[in-house]
């Protein structure tokens, strides 16, 4: 028998061999956990001045300003679309149509100084003004218009103002920019 020998299986080379890559394994592994530990570090460093913030803040209380302003955001959303709803329903009742036809009443006058204007809402209801040059003065008359028609008989030139004003016929009237 060797005198070098321990165990069953096991010479003191083997074991001494055996020792050296243990040994190589564990300052492998200490190195990885000191660099480990570094990057822990200035991660841990990191993660805590995020949650601080800016000016000392801390992240939940940016958050939870956040949240506050966006539940004002949708309030004043709520409020707009409630006004603009109001707006819509208010502009139904507006004179949104217009026509109008310039002409001479009298053919002795000229330069086309009496007019026919009508003036209706979305559902064609308003009023035609008819205003009469004449060499005495002017003379106004005013007709009332319900869903398009009148219930007075019109004049050609306020018929044709009240077709302008629907969109049936186009304006002899030129437009100046």
């Not at 300052?27 to 530990?37: A, E, G, H, S």
């Not at 990191?46 to 949708?74: C, H, P, W």
């Not at 109001?86 to 109008?100: E, W, Y």
């Not at 008989?153 to 100046?176: C, F, H, Q, Y």
Request: net charge negative.
């Amino acid at each position: 028998m060797k005198s070098d020998f321990i165990g069953l299986y096991f010479t003191v080379d083997d074991f001494l061999l055996t020792f050296a890559i243990m040994a190589a394994v564990m300052l492998l592994l200490f190195i990885l956990l000191i660099v480990n530990i570094i990057k822990s570090g200035r991660l841990r460093k990191k993660y805590e001045a995020f949650m601080m913030g800016k000016n000392a803040e801390s992240l939940e209380d940016t958050l939870i300003k956040r949240i506050q302003q966006v539940d004002e955001l949708l309030e004043f959303e709520s409020e707009n679309r409630e006004n603009i709803q109001k707006i819509t329903n208010s502009l139904n009742n507006t004179f949104q149509k217009v026509g109008m036809v310039k002409y001479d009443a009298f053919h002795e006058m000229g330069g086309k100084l009496s007019f026919s204007l009508a003036l209706l809402d979305q559902k064609n209801d308003g009023f035609i003004i008819n205003a009469m040059h004449t060499r005495e003065g002017c003379y106004t008359y005013i007709k009332e218009i319900v869903s398009g028609n009148s219930i007075i008989v019109l004049a050609d030139e306020e018929k044709e103002a009240l077709d302008i004003a629907m969109g049936t016929k186009k304006s002899n009237v030129p437009v100046e920019d």
